[in-house]
């Protein structure tokens, strides 16, 4: 088989599948510009035949995910850290993608201007690990926290992280299952102090859903 001829698209493909916890080709269809679901499927099938990915059936029902080979890695010129994936986070973490899509093509927000968990760590360095949000966006010059929050934690813990993302950005984006949700009524109550927003996870999925075939 002839090696692969690897053109900037497929190092963008690597570096995106990089930056995010969870990456599937339905999401890297478009957070990497192709032309659609089966031209992606293609070309990741490519990149894994040649060593640059690996692709992952974790759970049963759902998604294959791609991860970056140390191969990949180096093609990218990506911090060389092991990669993980926590199998009772991947629901959480396709959401967390599925949100930063439906953003992008309803408020107009460009890839670029996003910032995910793992780089907000990276960017920290190896000090005392902090809270970050799912990802961060930057607009007309403010930036906004965005949560997926798919389930219940302790009241205190969330009303911590509120405080987190109040002191370090202008505003926050809460995506959640429901909004009659306990979750959502604790949220609710927050926004009398805090500059918080509220996101059904129906309506992210529904419209992601539609837009990528």
Not at 104 to 110: E, F, L, M, P, Y
Request: one cysteine or more.
């Amino acid at each position: 088989m002839s090696e692969l001829r690897v053109v900037e698209r497929d190092i963008e493909a690597i570096k995106e599948v990089s930056r995010w916890r969870v990456s599937t080709g339905r999401a890297i269809a478009v957070i990497a510009g192709f032309g659609g679901l089966r031209a992606c499927d293609r070309r990741l099938s490519k990149l894994c035949q040649a060593g640059y990915l690996e692709r992952k059936k974790v759970l049963y029902g759902v998604a294959s995910i791609y991860t970056v080979t140390h191969k990949g890695k180096l093609l990218a010129g990506l911090p060389e850290r092991p990669e993980s994936i926590r199998v009772e986070q991947i629901p959480h973490d396709i959401a967390v993608t599925e949100t930063a899509i439906y953003l992008s093509k309803t408020r107009g927000i460009a890839f670029k201007d996003i910032t995910t968990e793992k780089q907000l760590h990276q960017q920290d360095g190896f000090g005392t690990r902090k809270h970050r949000p799912d990802f961060i966006y930057t607009q007309e010059g403010e930036t906004t926290a965005v949560e997926v929050e798919l389930s219940l934690k302790a009241k205190a813990r969330l009303e911590a992280n509120i405080l987190a993302n109040f002191r370090d950005y202008d505003s926050q984006l809460w995506v959640v299952p429901d909004l009659q949700s306990r979750i959502a009524q604790i949220l609710q109550e927050q926004m009398k102090r805090f500059p918080i927003s509220l996101l059904e996870l129906k309506e992210v999925k529904d419209y992601v859903r539609n837009i990528i075939r």
